[in-house]
């Protein structure tokens, strides 16, 4: 195969229908079917056909939905801004609140404890330096798996005494 014919197949694709790809693959990416496509482009050129588009038209066209892609990306990442910088994005949720309040209701069976706000918060501050309002997602998540690790323990304790009455619970 000569150089020639090599340079003409790379080349099969007119800049013009490259830039019409170009018009279309924006729209896919901005979630626009056919006749959203078609709306946007006549409010640019003024024609509601795509072939029929001259080149500064194209090009207008596809510079107008890269500025609105532009825009949503812009949007998108002020708003994950807005929730990093509130914190909100890394408040622990409900169910891991929840989970946190049923394994606290676990440990407090096995090991009757005098007052379970003291218990938690020793826990958290031992463990973050941190009090139980102020820890993280993250930090949920490690709690979590501590308070476990504490009932396994507690329970091979009381498995290793051997079957102790509930009045010799351990009271902490």
């Not at 694709?13 to 830039?19: E, G, I, L, Y």
């Not at 078609?38 to 080149?55: D, H, N, Y």
Request: proline share 3%; charged share 30%; aromatic share 6%.
């Amino acid at each position: 195969m000569s150089y020639s014919t090599i340079q003409r197949r790379r080349s099969a694709a007119s800049p013009r229908s490259k830039k019409i790809a170009r018009l279309w693959c924006l729209a896919h990416e901005l979630e626009m079917d056919e006749p959203m496509l078609r709306v946007v482009v006549a409010s640019v050129s003024g024609s509601e056909s795509i072939s029929s588009l001259t080149w500064p038209q194209l090009i207008q066209s596809i510079r107008a939905l890269e500025q609105e892609k532009k825009r949503r990306r812009r949007h998108a990442s002020y708003e994950r801004g807005k929730q990093y910088n509130a914190g909100t994005i890394f408040l622990p949720t409900e169910e891991q609140r929840q989970l946190v309040s049923s394994l606290l209701d676990e440990i407090d069976f096995l090991i009757t404890l005098k007052n379970r706000e003291a218990y938690l918060y020793a826990i958290c501050w031992r463990s973050f330096r941190k009090e139980y309002r102020h820890i993280d997602r993250r930090d949920t998540v490690k709690l979590i798996e501590a308070l476990k690790s504490i009932i396994d323990r507690a329970k091979r304790n009381s498995q290793r005494l051997g079957s102790g009455s509930m009045s010799e619970r351990p009271n902490i």
